[in-house]
């Protein structure tokens, strides 16, 4: 069955240090995959996603995430975190034009 | 800011009550999505319309019922709700224009039944 699993429910770490987040999909053939934020009391946000192409992808607010096939893993990394970086982060994936899956989630909290 | 309009924001209402949560996107985006978030959960698919036709229905009970009157707007009908039903009810839209368009999603109506 497909599914999108990420590895950490809660992450809390101080301003400046590095972020990474896992996650992995069980997906068979094409696959899209996306990272989301949610900020308190705000809607979900795209960050990045991959479809193609580079493997490395970049997105918005100094994230980025790699796309590895090997693994099944697309792992999100930012390396420095700022206060209003504290948000849920979801990673979500698709194989078809919209069916959209995400992952439990992780919350992050970033201490001042 | 989102440019995904959910209304309304908050809304309460009985189990015998008949509501109804009203969606408009104005991007020119061909596919247009529920899905309903409990707290400290990932959003889960209910509904996925596209050009205006009900594409996916993931086997939600009767008591919500979906509707596109036209390309811009989604409304999602609700009757004889129950308690566990109160969520985050989440619109969103794609131009499904080519395979990885991302959503976008609206703020949500914050649902609460009684």
């Known amino acids: 069955a497909q599914s999108v699993s990420q590895h950490n429910h809660h992450v809390i770490l101080s301003e400046a240090a590095s972020l990474e987040l896992g996650c992995n999909y069980s997906?068979?053939?094409?696959?899209?995959l996306f990272w989301y934020v949610q900020y308190p009391g705000q809607h979900l946000q795209l960050l990045l996603k991959y479809f193609s192409g580079d493997p490395l992808v970049k997105g918005i607010k100094g994230f980025e995430a790699e796309f590895i096939k090997s693994k099944f893993s697309f792992n999100l990394r930012k390396p420095s975190v700022q206060w209003s970086d504290t948000a849920e982060y979801f990673c979500a994936a698709s194989d078809s034009w919209g069916k959209l899956q995400f992952g439990a989630g992780t919350q992050v909290v970033v201490t001042p | 800011d989102t440019e995904v309009t959910q209304t309304p924001k908050h809304l309460v209402m009985g189990m015998t009550n008949k509501k109804s949560l009203k969606c408009e996107q104005h991007m020119g985006h061909r596919a247009m999505y529920w899905y309903k978030q409990k707290a400290k959960k990932p959003p889960e698919l209910m509904f996925v319309?596209?050009?205006?036709?009900?594409?996916i229905n993931e086997s939600v009970p009767s008591r919500f019922s979906p509707e596109c009157p036209n390309s811009s707007l989604l409304n999602l009908h609700l009757h004889a709700l129950q308690p566990e039903d109160s969520a985050l009810y989440l619109c969103?839209?794609?131009?499904?224009?080519?395979?990885?368009?991302?959503?976008?999603f609206g703020n949500g109506t914050r649902l609460t039944v009684t």
């Open positions: 969103a839209s794609s131009p499904q224009d080519r395979e990885g368009s991302p959503l976008h």
């Open positions: 997906y068979g053939g094409t696959v899209n």
């Open positions: 319309y596209s050009y205006e036709k009900l594409s």
